[in-house]
């Protein structure tokens, strides 16, 4: 077995790794800011912050490669965003050139390109996608992108950046049709990620072999992904309880869905975990 560093292996995509990817050969070593309360046989564990860059390397060393999930999931004031997810990102690529690891993935989001309009017709690949963030959270992706990208270019490693859409049991809005990645497919993915031949650095939308995606899984496939879900199996219960999705709708329209909205407006978010009203 290979040992591989799970940073922010708590969470939600973190858990689901962590249940499917020991089958396919990897041990898994966790580490996280919390400590894990469910342990699994086999598991290492590290409770360390993503951004204590001597913690992190400590952790790397040894492992043949990184899964790097840490972060807040969502939108959050700049501060937060800031110092967990690119500050966070940062340390997970220094670390694991510092312990000579020449494999990491990392999970950005379809929120890096969030406000990238739907095309017309056909579907959309990540080349016509670039940098055009819904959020702090989705700047963040895309800084976190860029630090892949650099330490691909200048010390030779493999770095792959998931576009994940909506990763969860299973989809619960419209949606989600379009934007889920299941939990099997999930580990799918990575693996594929973490086993690909020298991919160097590439950027692929991670969603389920969706009937109705709009994001192109050509990229993720040419790394061996080979995707088994697809969320057409909610649709009709969805759209009996939501009726049809509406293409002019801007939560099916951009990437990005809501995070495109006012109420994701960075004001907003900071006014509202201040307390206090959106100006
Ligand atoms: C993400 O990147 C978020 O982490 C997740 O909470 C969802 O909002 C997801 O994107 C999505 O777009 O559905």
Request: proline residues 7%; aromatic residues 6%.
């Amino acid at each position: 077995m290979s040992t591989l560093l799970v940073t922010g292996a708590a969470g939600r995509i973190g858990t689901v790794l962590r249940g499917g990817l020991p089958e396919r050969g990897w041990a898994v070593r966790c580490l996280d800011v919390v400590p894990i309360v469910e342990t699994r046989p086999g598991e290492e564990h590290v409770v360390a912050d993503v951004t204590d860059l001597a913690a992190v390397t400590d952790a790397t060393t040894g492992a043949a490669a990184v899964v790097h999930l840490a972060g807040l999931s969502g939108e959050a004031p700049w501060p937060a965003i800031s110092h967990a997810n690119i500050e966070g990102t940062y340390a997970v690529l220094k670390a694991a050139r510092r312990a000579g690891v020449r494999r990491v993935v990392l999970a950005s989001s379809n929120h890096a390109s969030g406000f990238t309009p739907r095309p017309a017709g056909g579907q959309l690949r990540e080349a016509d996608a670039p940098p055009r963030p819904d959020t702090y959270y989705g700047v963040a992706k895309v800084a976190l992108e860029a630090l892949g990208s650099l330490y691909a270019d200048r010390y030779g490693m493999d770095v792959v950046c998931l576009r994940i859409g909506t990763a969860s049991a299973e989809p619960t809005a419209l949606r989600h049709l379009s934007t889920w990645l299941s939990p099997a497919d999930t580990v799918s993915l990575v693996d594929a990620a973490l086993t690909a031949p020298s991919p160097g650095f590439v950027v692929v939308w991670g969603v389920s072999a969706n009937t109705r995606n709009w994001w192109d899984l050509t990229a993720a496939r040419a790394l061996g992904y080979e995707p088994q879900d697809d969320a057409e199996v909610y649709a009709e219960a969805l759209v009996e309880a939501y009726g049809e999705p509406d293409p002019t709708d801007p939560v099916h329209a951009r990437v990005g869905g809501e995070f495109t909205l006012p109420g994701y407006d960075a004001e907003a978010v900071e006014a509202r975990a201040a307390g206090g009203e959106h100006p």
